[in-house]
């Protein structure tokens, strides 16, 4: 069986942020969980290197079956180091970086049925810059410089270190106890077994890779250029499942989000941790943890976290949070929050449920066939039976039993010639 050690134990200073760089997310997902579900889909035998927030980065580990090792930083930091603590199980070991969250379960595969004594992978970038560069004479691999060892002319170089290797077992036996901290990082670099190995004439197999999935993420730059990759994947696979996407590169859809049946999306939308069923998101719309089925939304609507959609059309500018709505329309501009509003009802524009009182959250209930006029404040908590109807600019703070009207009006007064008066014009 194949061994899959993954290196996420680092401080990821130049993400110059307080999360640990594996943690940072990509579509919504944080990047060492992308890497560890390729891993499991090549073998059972996967462990984690971890310290730097150990309980933050453990916690999301542990709800995967692989092993967590404790990284000794203080006594052995760097990609070396980290593997001090890790025991070596099996014939063939496989060595990933945390930080290349865009590789495929095919790729690692291609490069653990290679035979050598040590399997790289290496990149000819024309920015090489933040990686390792792989020093190659007459077609050999001779060392790895790390770019702050590096001199001016070995910066260079164009051949990187992409950071996966696959190692035989004996090879990491023999030369991870001789690496030394002896280098600008004072780190023990695993990149140092190559030249060791290279010098007891092992053999040692660089396989060319595409940056396009083993990019290192070292810099909130870096993040922005693998998310752009990862939520294009996520949008072409969704492309190919036969949703439609209007200008795919406007629209964000993060790894959580599903579709079923027949799904339109129009641009500028953003959709997360959602489920989609037969219906369209106009333009510019944002639909977080939510679940719609068969209906409009849009464009510009807000639907927020735990809403249940159905059969239902949602215009401009209405925003619906933790609320269930069955067969409603809201077309514009309102905002209907911890609610239940059931079929053929209608919520005239600019009605609000206005469910906070500054302390405690409320419930607003409304039943079949309700006419919400224009401008009504609903003030929860409040029940409105089936067949009600409320006159537009009603303040309704009672329960309204089936089949009432509902209004509520400050009288309306007239000043005839007020504005003439006013101004001092003629009429
Ligand atoms: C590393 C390689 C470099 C290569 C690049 C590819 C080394 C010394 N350098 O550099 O040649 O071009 O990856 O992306 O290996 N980590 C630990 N413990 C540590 C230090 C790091 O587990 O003490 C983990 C990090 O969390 C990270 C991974 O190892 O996931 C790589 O570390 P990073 O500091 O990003 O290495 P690079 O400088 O990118
Ligand atoms: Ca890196």
């Not at 290797?165 to 991870?176: D, N, Q």
């Amino acid at each position: 069986m194949l061994q899959i050690i993954i290196l996420a134990a680092g401080k990821g200073t130049r993400m110059k942020s307080q999360k640990a760089k594996v943690l940072h997310t990509l579509c919504g997902k944080p990047m060492l969980e992308y890497i560890i579900e390729e891993s499991l889909k090549l073998t059972k035998s996967v462990d984690v290197v971890l310290n730097f927030q150990f309980d933050k980065t453990s916690e999301i580990v542990k709800n995967y079956p692989v092993n967590i090792v404790k990284q000794n930083l203080e006594k052995f930091p760097g990609t070396g180091g980290a593997l001090k603590e890790v025991k070596l199980k099996e014939e063939k070991i496989l060595i990933l970086n945390g930080d290349m969250p865009l590789i495929t379960q095919e790729e690692l595969k291609k490069l653990s049925e290679i035979d050598a004594d040590i399997v790289m992978s290496v990149m000819k970038l024309k920015n090489p810059d933040g990686y390792g560069r792989v020093l190659i004479q007459d077609g050999d691999v001779i060392k790895i410089i790390e770019q702050k060892d590096a001199s001016t002319e070995e910066l260079k170089i164009k051949h990187v270190n992409a950071g996966v290797y696959l190692f035989k077992k004996e090879v990491l036996e023999k030369y991870l106890p001789k690496l030394s901290d002896n280098n600008a990082q004072k780190e023990y670099y695993l990149t140092d077994v190559i030249e060791m190995a290279v010098k007891d004439n092992l053999t040692i197999k660089a396989v060319e890779v595409d940056e396009e999935s083993f990019k290192g993420v070292n810099s909130k730059k870096d993040l922005a250029v693998a998310e752009e990759t990862m939520c294009k994947r996520i949008k072409n696979r969704w492309l190919e499942k036969g949703v439609i996407i209007r200008l795919p590169q406007t629209v964000y859809i993060d790894a959580y989000s599903a579709f079923e049946g027949e799904c339109e999306i129009q641009p500028g939308s953003v959709i997360t941790k959602s489920v989609i069923i037969d219906s369209e998101i106009k333009a510019n719309s944002v639909i977080e943890e939510s679940v719609i089925k068969n209906s409009a939304i849009g464009p510009m609507a807000r639907i927020r976290p735990k809403s249940e959609i159905k059969d239902s059309k949602i215009g401009n500018f209405v925003e619906v949070k933790s609320t269930k709505l069955n067969g409603v329309k809201a077309g514009h501009l309102s905002y209907l929050g911890d609610s239940e509003i059931d079929e053929g009802t209608n919520i005239g524009a600019g009605s609000i449920t206005c469910n906070y009182d500054g302390k405690n959250k409320y419930k607003t209930k409304i039943g079949k066939n309700v006419f919400v006029g224009s401008d009504t404040k609903l003030i929860a908590p409040i029940t409105i039976e089936d067949d009600v109807m409320i006159a537009a600019g009603s303040v309704v703070n009672k329960n309204i039993p089936k089949g009432s009207l509902a209004i509520s009006r400050s009288p309306l007064k007239i000043v005839k010639n007020f504005y003439y008066k006013f101004f001092g014009k003629e009429q």
